[in-house]
Protein backbone atom coordinates (compact mmCIF):
# COMPACT_ATOMS: atom_id res chain seq x y z
CA UNK A 1 0.00 0.00 0.00
CA UNK A 2 1.05 3.32 -0.83
CA UNK A 3 2.28 5.46 2.34
CA UNK A 4 0.42 8.44 2.06
CA UNK A 5 -2.57 5.87 2.26
CA UNK A 6 -0.54 4.39 5.33
CA UNK A 7 -0.88 7.75 6.88
CA UNK A 8 -4.97 8.29 5.77
CA UNK A 9 -5.43 4.61 7.43
CA UNK A 10 -3.82 6.16 11.01
CA UNK A 11 -6.15 8.76 11.15
CA UNK A 12 -9.35 7.00 9.74
CA UNK A 13 -11.30 8.01 12.95
CA UNK A 14 -11.05 11.87 11.75
CA UNK A 15 -13.27 10.54 8.71
CA UNK A 16 -16.78 10.43 8.73
CA UNK A 17 -19.99 10.65 6.54
CA UNK A 18 -19.66 11.08 2.56
CA UNK A 19 -15.85 11.60 1.74
CA UNK A 20 -14.45 12.56 -1.03
CA UNK A 21 -11.10 11.01 -1.96
CA UNK A 22 -8.93 14.03 -4.42
CA UNK A 23 -5.78 12.14 -6.64
CA UNK A 24 -5.84 8.83 -4.64
CA UNK A 25 -2.82 7.02 -5.24
CA UNK A 26 -4.18 3.42 -7.00
CA UNK A 27 -4.46 0.95 -4.08
CA UNK A 28 -7.71 -0.19 -1.67
CA UNK A 29 -7.54 2.60 0.50
CA UNK A 30 -11.19 2.54 0.43
CA UNK A 31 -11.77 -0.78 1.14
CA UNK A 32 -10.23 -0.72 4.82
CA UNK A 33 -12.18 2.56 5.62
CA UNK A 34 -15.09 1.66 8.39
CA UNK A 35 -18.76 1.34 7.32
CA UNK A 36 -19.40 5.38 8.39
CA UNK A 37 -17.02 6.34 5.58
CA UNK A 38 -19.06 6.28 2.61
CA UNK A 39 -15.81 7.08 0.13
CA UNK A 40 -15.60 8.65 -3.65
CA UNK A 41 -12.57 9.32 -5.29
CA UNK A 42 -11.88 12.16 -8.10
CA UNK A 43 -9.30 11.43 -10.33
CA UNK A 44 -8.29 12.74 -13.67
CA UNK A 45 -5.72 10.27 -14.36
CA UNK A 46 -7.45 7.35 -16.84
CA UNK A 47 -5.00 4.56 -15.63
CA UNK A 48 -6.04 5.16 -11.66
CA UNK A 49 -9.90 5.27 -12.94
CA UNK A 50 -9.68 2.09 -14.54
CA UNK A 51 -7.73 0.10 -11.67
CA UNK A 52 -10.48 1.93 -9.39
CA UNK A 53 -13.38 0.81 -11.51
CA UNK A 54 -12.18 -2.75 -11.63
CA UNK A 55 -11.68 -3.04 -7.83
CA UNK A 56 -15.88 -2.07 -7.91
CA UNK A 57 -14.81 1.56 -6.16
CA UNK A 58 -16.72 4.54 -7.02
CA UNK A 59 -14.85 6.74 -9.20
CA UNK A 60 -15.42 10.05 -10.99
CA UNK A 61 -13.52 10.64 -13.83
CA UNK A 62 -12.67 14.64 -15.00
CA UNK A 63 -11.30 18.08 -14.14
CA UNK A 64 -14.22 18.62 -12.52
CA UNK A 65 -15.91 18.53 -9.05
CA UNK A 66 -17.90 15.64 -8.75
CA UNK A 67 -21.51 16.57 -8.43
CA UNK A 68 -23.20 15.54 -4.93
CA UNK A 69 -22.63 16.36 -1.40
CA UNK A 70 -19.51 15.85 0.76
CA UNK A 71 -18.65 15.94 4.41
CA UNK A 72 -15.46 15.70 3.89
CA UNK A 73 -12.56 15.78 1.33
CA UNK A 74 -9.17 13.85 1.53
CA UNK A 75 -6.22 16.15 -1.46
CA UNK A 76 -3.59 13.51 -2.02
CA UNK A 77 -1.18 16.65 -3.05
CA UNK A 78 -0.64 17.02 -6.84
CA UNK A 79 2.97 17.46 -8.24
CA UNK A 80 1.94 20.94 -9.45
CA UNK A 81 1.51 24.25 -7.36
CA UNK A 82 -1.19 25.43 -9.84
CA UNK A 83 -2.87 22.25 -9.83
CA UNK A 84 -3.03 22.37 -6.01
CA UNK A 85 -4.52 26.11 -6.12
CA UNK A 86 -7.19 25.06 -8.87
CA UNK A 87 -8.38 21.46 -6.24
CA UNK A 88 -8.40 23.72 -3.47
CA UNK A 89 -10.73 26.25 -5.44
CA UNK A 90 -13.11 23.63 -6.64
CA UNK A 91 -13.50 22.10 -3.37
CA UNK A 92 -13.82 24.83 -1.24
CA UNK A 93 -16.44 26.66 -3.27
CA UNK A 94 -18.66 23.37 -3.43
CA UNK A 95 -18.56 21.60 -0.19
CA UNK A 96 -20.65 22.82 2.50
CA UNK A 97 -19.12 25.59 4.88
CA UNK A 98 -17.50 24.22 8.02
CA UNK A 99 -16.23 20.84 6.31
CA UNK A 100 -12.87 18.92 7.08
CA UNK A 101 -10.49 19.19 4.16
CA UNK A 102 -7.34 17.02 4.63
CA UNK A 103 -4.60 17.14 3.04
CA UNK A 104 -1.57 14.79 2.57
CA UNK A 105 1.57 14.23 0.63
CA UNK A 106 5.22 12.71 0.58
CA UNK A 107 7.63 15.14 1.99
CA UNK A 108 9.90 15.02 -0.97
CA UNK A 109 6.46 15.49 -3.44
CA UNK A 110 6.00 19.00 -1.82
CA UNK A 111 3.76 18.59 1.16
CA UNK A 112 5.09 21.50 3.22
CA UNK A 113 4.76 23.77 0.56
CA UNK A 114 1.29 22.62 -0.10
CA UNK A 115 0.46 22.82 3.25
CA UNK A 116 1.54 26.48 3.25
CA UNK A 117 -1.00 27.21 0.03
CA UNK A 118 -3.86 25.16 2.39
CA UNK A 119 -3.08 27.72 5.51
CA UNK A 120 -3.76 30.45 2.97
CA UNK A 121 -7.26 29.63 3.38
CA UNK A 122 -7.85 28.95 6.91
CA UNK A 123 -6.23 27.72 10.05
CA UNK A 124 -4.83 24.48 8.69
CA UNK A 125 -2.65 22.10 11.48
CA UNK A 126 -0.59 18.72 11.11
CA UNK A 127 -2.13 15.96 12.42
CA UNK A 128 0.59 13.19 11.65
CA UNK A 129 4.02 12.99 10.17
CA UNK A 130 5.14 9.32 9.29
CA UNK A 131 6.25 6.76 6.40
CA UNK A 132 8.20 10.57 5.09
CA UNK A 133 4.69 11.56 4.75
CA UNK A 134 2.48 14.59 6.58
CA UNK A 135 -1.38 14.76 6.76
CA UNK A 136 -2.97 17.84 7.37
CA UNK A 137 -6.28 18.92 8.83
CA UNK A 138 -8.45 22.07 7.66
CA UNK A 139 -11.89 23.15 8.83
CA UNK A 140 -13.59 25.26 5.67
CA UNK A 141 -14.11 28.41 7.02
CA UNK A 142 -15.18 30.55 4.17
CA UNK A 143 -16.73 29.95 0.43
CA UNK A 144 -14.73 31.29 -2.38
CA UNK A 145 -16.21 32.52 -5.64
CA UNK A 146 -15.66 28.96 -8.09
CA UNK A 147 -13.34 30.29 -10.96
CA UNK A 148 -13.86 29.75 -14.64
CA UNK A 149 -12.00 27.20 -16.00
CA UNK A 150 -10.01 30.19 -18.46
CA UNK A 151 -8.85 32.01 -15.42
CA UNK A 152 -6.47 28.91 -14.74
CA UNK A 153 -5.91 28.24 -18.37
CA UNK A 154 -1.96 29.72 -19.28
CA UNK A 155 -1.61 30.78 -22.78
CA UNK A 156 1.22 31.34 -24.99
CA UNK A 157 2.62 31.48 -28.84
CA UNK A 158 4.73 28.76 -30.86
CA UNK A 159 6.35 29.25 -34.45
CA UNK A 160 7.56 26.75 -36.84
CA UNK A 161 8.34 26.98 -40.13
CA UNK A 162 4.92 28.83 -41.37
CA UNK A 163 2.93 28.24 -38.68
CA UNK A 164 1.96 30.12 -36.01
CA UNK A 165 -0.23 28.42 -33.22
CA UNK A 166 -1.75 29.53 -29.79
CA UNK A 167 -1.38 27.12 -26.86
CA UNK A 168 -4.08 26.29 -24.05
CA UNK A 169 -2.41 24.94 -20.72
CA UNK A 170 -4.69 23.96 -17.70
CA UNK A 171 -2.79 23.29 -14.32
CA UNK A 172 -0.42 20.41 -14.18
CA UNK A 173 -0.34 19.93 -17.70
CA UNK A 174 3.32 18.82 -19.08
CA UNK A 175 4.78 22.25 -20.51
CA UNK A 176 2.53 25.02 -19.14
CA UNK A 177 4.16 27.53 -19.82
CA UNK A 178 6.01 27.24 -22.61
CA UNK A 179 7.34 25.00 -25.58
CA UNK A 180 8.92 22.25 -24.39
CA UNK A 181 12.72 21.69 -26.21
CA UNK A 182 11.45 17.99 -27.16
CA UNK A 183 8.86 19.25 -28.92
CA UNK A 184 10.47 22.56 -30.64
CA UNK A 185 12.99 19.94 -31.82
CA UNK A 186 10.05 17.60 -33.72
CA UNK A 187 7.87 20.03 -34.94
CA UNK A 188 9.97 21.16 -37.91
CA UNK A 189 9.87 17.60 -39.50
CA UNK A 190 5.92 17.32 -38.64
CA UNK A 191 5.36 17.72 -42.84
CA UNK A 192 6.90 15.23 -43.52
CA UNK A 193 4.31 12.72 -41.68
CA UNK A 194 1.81 11.10 -43.79
CA UNK A 195 -1.38 12.33 -44.00
CA UNK A 196 -4.76 10.82 -42.79
CA UNK A 197 -6.02 9.26 -39.38
CA UNK A 198 -2.97 10.52 -37.02
CA UNK A 199 -2.60 10.00 -33.29
CA UNK A 200 -0.67 11.98 -31.03
CA UNK A 201 0.32 9.91 -28.07
CA UNK A 202 0.47 11.85 -24.80
CA UNK A 203 -0.90 15.12 -26.25
CA UNK A 204 -0.26 17.35 -23.28
CA UNK A 205 -1.44 20.96 -24.17
CA UNK A 206 -2.03 19.71 -27.97
CA UNK A 207 0.81 21.52 -29.64
CA UNK A 208 1.60 18.06 -31.73
CA UNK A 209 -2.23 17.46 -32.26
CA UNK A 210 -2.88 21.56 -33.75
CA UNK A 211 0.21 21.82 -35.35
CA UNK A 212 -0.66 18.41 -37.62
CA UNK A 213 -4.50 19.83 -37.61
CA UNK A 214 -3.10 23.28 -38.90
CA UNK A 215 -1.26 21.54 -41.47
CA UNK A 216 -3.74 19.56 -43.82
CA UNK A 217 -7.38 20.39 -42.76
CA UNK A 218 -8.42 16.95 -43.64
CA UNK A 219 -6.32 15.10 -40.65
CA UNK A 220 -8.12 13.04 -38.72
CA UNK A 221 -6.25 13.79 -35.15
CA UNK A 222 -7.03 11.06 -32.51
CA UNK A 223 -5.52 13.04 -29.30
CA UNK A 224 -4.48 10.71 -26.57
CA UNK A 225 -3.46 11.07 -22.99
CA UNK A 226 -4.15 9.49 -19.51
CA UNK A 227 -4.29 12.75 -18.22
CA UNK A 228 -7.94 14.73 -18.41
CA UNK A 229 -6.51 18.11 -17.73
CA UNK A 230 -4.43 17.35 -20.29
CA UNK A 231 -7.25 16.15 -22.98
CA UNK A 232 -8.91 19.31 -21.80
CA UNK A 233 -6.16 21.32 -22.54
CA UNK A 234 -6.19 19.95 -26.00
CA UNK A 235 -9.59 20.87 -27.16
CA UNK A 236 -8.95 24.45 -25.66
CA UNK A 237 -5.80 24.70 -28.03
CA UNK A 238 -8.16 23.26 -30.61
CA UNK A 239 -10.80 25.74 -30.29
CA UNK A 240 -8.54 28.92 -29.88
CA UNK A 241 -6.88 28.20 -33.24
CA UNK A 242 -10.11 27.94 -34.64
CA UNK A 243 -9.31 24.65 -36.31
CA UNK A 244 -11.78 21.68 -36.93
CA UNK A 245 -13.42 20.29 -33.83
CA UNK A 246 -14.95 17.51 -35.74
CA UNK A 247 -11.50 16.24 -36.90
CA UNK A 248 -10.56 15.98 -33.50
CA UNK A 249 -11.13 12.89 -31.35
CA UNK A 250 -10.10 13.01 -27.88
CA UNK A 251 -9.29 10.09 -25.86
CA UNK A 252 -8.10 9.20 -22.78
CA UNK A 253 -5.94 6.04 -22.47
CA UNK A 254 -4.20 3.99 -19.77
CA UNK A 255 -1.35 3.34 -23.20
CA UNK A 256 -1.22 3.06 -26.48
CA UNK A 257 -2.51 -0.44 -26.26
CA UNK A 258 -6.08 1.79 -26.14
CA UNK A 259 -5.20 3.51 -29.59
CA UNK A 260 -7.25 2.83 -32.49
CA UNK A 261 -6.19 0.17 -35.10
CA UNK A 262 -5.05 1.01 -39.07
CA UNK A 263 -3.71 4.74 -38.84
CA UNK A 264 -1.65 6.52 -41.18
CA UNK A 265 0.57 7.42 -38.60
CA UNK A 266 1.52 7.99 -34.48
CA UNK A 267 3.02 11.24 -33.89
CA UNK A 268 4.55 11.32 -30.00
CA UNK A 269 6.70 12.93 -27.61
CA UNK A 270 6.41 10.46 -25.14
CA UNK A 271 5.57 10.63 -21.64
CA UNK A 272 7.67 9.70 -18.96
CA UNK A 273 6.45 10.92 -15.50
CA UNK A 274 3.88 9.28 -13.43
CA UNK A 275 3.30 12.02 -10.87
CA UNK A 276 6.55 12.94 -9.53
CA UNK A 277 8.29 9.89 -10.13
CA UNK A 278 9.83 8.73 -13.63
CA UNK A 279 8.34 6.05 -15.44
CA UNK A 280 8.95 4.71 -18.93
CA UNK A 281 6.74 2.19 -19.51
CA UNK A 282 4.06 3.74 -21.36
CA UNK A 283 7.20 5.24 -23.99
CA UNK A 284 8.89 1.99 -24.00
CA UNK A 285 5.94 0.33 -24.82
CA UNK A 286 4.74 2.63 -27.35
CA UNK A 287 8.18 1.61 -29.17
CA UNK A 288 7.22 -2.02 -29.00
CA UNK A 289 3.80 -2.36 -29.57
CA UNK A 290 2.98 1.10 -31.66
CA UNK A 291 3.58 -1.00 -34.87
CA UNK A 292 0.10 -3.38 -34.27
CA UNK A 293 -2.03 -0.21 -34.25
CA UNK A 294 -0.41 1.53 -37.93
CA UNK A 295 -1.65 0.15 -41.64
CA UNK A 296 0.74 -1.41 -43.63
CA UNK A 297 2.32 2.03 -45.06
CA UNK A 298 2.31 3.61 -41.26
CA UNK A 299 4.87 5.52 -39.47
CA UNK A 300 5.95 6.44 -36.39
CA UNK A 301 7.37 9.63 -35.40
CA UNK A 302 8.86 10.30 -31.53
CA UNK A 303 10.98 12.72 -30.02
CA UNK A 304 13.66 11.40 -26.89
CA UNK A 305 16.31 12.30 -24.85
CA UNK A 306 19.18 11.10 -26.61
CA UNK A 307 20.34 8.72 -23.98
CA UNK A 308 16.99 6.59 -24.10
CA UNK A 309 17.19 3.52 -25.99
CA UNK A 310 14.52 3.51 -28.14
CA UNK A 311 16.11 3.25 -31.61
CA UNK A 312 16.95 -0.27 -30.38
CA UNK A 313 13.63 -1.07 -29.22
CA UNK A 314 12.23 0.22 -32.64
CA UNK A 315 15.07 -1.70 -34.77
CA UNK A 316 13.74 -4.97 -32.82
CA UNK A 317 10.31 -4.09 -33.24
CA UNK A 318 9.80 -2.45 -36.93
CA UNK A 319 13.01 -3.78 -37.98
CA UNK A 320 14.98 -0.34 -38.67
CA UNK A 321 15.19 3.03 -37.47
CA UNK A 322 16.05 6.55 -38.89
CA UNK A 323 17.45 9.35 -36.59
CA UNK A 324 16.37 12.07 -38.30
CA UNK A 325 18.30 14.38 -36.20
CA UNK A 326 20.17 14.54 -32.95
CA UNK A 327 20.46 18.59 -31.55
CA UNK A 328 19.65 20.03 -28.03
CA UNK A 329 19.61 16.83 -26.40
CA UNK A 330 16.90 15.15 -28.34
CA UNK A 331 16.70 12.82 -31.06
CA UNK A 332 13.83 12.43 -33.42
CA UNK A 333 13.10 9.25 -34.33
CA UNK A 334 11.39 7.54 -37.25
CA UNK A 335 10.50 4.12 -38.16
CA UNK A 336 7.98 2.94 -41.07
CA UNK A 337 5.49 0.30 -40.95
CA UNK A 338 6.00 -0.69 -44.35
CA UNK A 339 8.15 -3.52 -45.17
CA UNK A 340 11.75 -3.77 -46.36
Not at 44 to 52: G, I, L, R
Not at 313 to 326: A, K, N, P, W
Request: with cysteine; glycine share 6%; hydrophobic share 40%.
Amino acid sequence: MDPRSEVVLRQVNLLAGQVLFINAPSDLLLKQLPSSVNAEIWTWNFSDHQYFQQHQLTSHFGIEYPKGTFDQAVIFVPKSRELLDYLLNQVLSQIKLGAHIFLVGEKKGGVERAAKQLQQLGKAVKIDSARHCQMWQMQSSQQPTLKALQDWTKTYTIQSNAQQLSICALPGVFSQKQLDVGTAVLLPYLDKVRYGKIADFGCGAGVISCYLASLNPENQIYAMDVDAFALASTQLTFEINQLNLERLHVLPVTGIADAPEELDAIVSNPPFHQGIHTNYDASEQLCQQAKQHLNTLGELWIVANRFLNYPSLLERSFGQCQVITDQQGFKVLYASAKRA
